[in-house]
T-cell receptor
Framework: NAGVTQTPKFRVLKTGQSMTLLCAQD?????MYWYRQDPGMGLRLIHY???????AKGEVPDGYNVSRLKKQNFLLGLESAAPSQTSVYFC????????????????FGPGTRLTVT | AQSVAQPEDQVNVAEGNPLTVKCTYS??????LFWYVQYPNRGLQFLLK??????LVKGSYGFEAEFNKSQTSFHLKKPSALVSDSALYFC????????????FGSGTRLSIRP
């Protein structure tokens, strides 16, 4: 199993450009998440999905959009990049909390380092 | 509202000595508690979790964590540190409600000197 994969690994954008980050998981997890990691701030949840075709806002959703057209994929889009979006982006997936599936510990991808100039 | 605090940005320990990385939390009702580790240029890896039952939880790589309800703490411990334990450690908390999200602390950088 590849687990959680993210593409691309690195990207440099100019202010105002757009891009899409792709996350894929092969663990048949229902839940998927996008986080950003900034120094001294831990991980902040951008958007998440509890199943195919559903998405919801997290803690810092402004400036981002997401789509979950297939269970295994979760896309994060930046329509008009800003320097404040310079960060490392992590995707994660998990089973739903409860029952034999556990309490939803998350499995993370390797991250995408995005720089917006 | 849920919150989690890691009061130390950095912890320095000599190899072979015991280590502790501190975590305190705030959540309504009973918590689910987690520790994750992040090595350089990698994603977070799950180390251990507390759900219910025994207050001492054992996890990967010889780590353990002690749940203390009265002090609302979940400190990560290891009896004998290795240089390879040097990494960034995150504590996380989740409420019992299925609608509750995992909240991560700001992280503690653990540095083990030979």
């Amino acid at each position: 199993n590849a687990g959680v994969t993210q593409t691309p690994k690195f990207r440099v954008l100019k202010t105002g450009q757009s891009m899409t980050l792709l996350c894929a998981q092969d663990m048949n997890h229902e839940y998927m998440y996008w986080y950003r990691q900034d120094p001294g701030m831990g991980l902040r949840l951008i958007h998440y999905s509890v199943g195919e075709g559903t998405t919801a806002k997290g803690e810092v959703p402004d400036g981002y959009n997401v789509s979950r057209l297939k269970k295994q994929n979760f896309l994060l889009g930046l329509e008009s990049a800003a320097p404040s979006q310079t960060s490392v982006y992590f995707c994660a997936s998990s089973y739903p909390p409860g029952g034999l599936a556990g309490v939803g510990e998350q499995y993370f991808g390797p991250g995408t380092r995005l720089t917006v100039t | 509202a849920q919150s989690v605090a890691q009061p130390e940005d950095q912890v320095n320990v000599a190899e072979g000595n015991p280590l502790t990385v501190k975590c305190t939390y705030s959540v309504s009702g009973n918590p689910y508690l987690f520790w994750y580790v992040q090595y350089p240029n990698r994603g977070l890896q799950f180390l251990l979790k507390y759900i219910t039952g025994d207050n001492l939880v054992k996890g990967s790589y010889g780590f353990e964590a002690e749940f203390n309800k009265s002090q609302t703490s979940f400190h990560l411990k290891k009896p004998s540190a290795l240089v390879s334990d040097s990494a960034l450690y995150f504590c996380a908390v989740k409420g019992y409600s299925s609608a509750s999200k995992i909240i991560f602390g700001s992280g503690t950088r653990l540095s083990i000197r030979p």
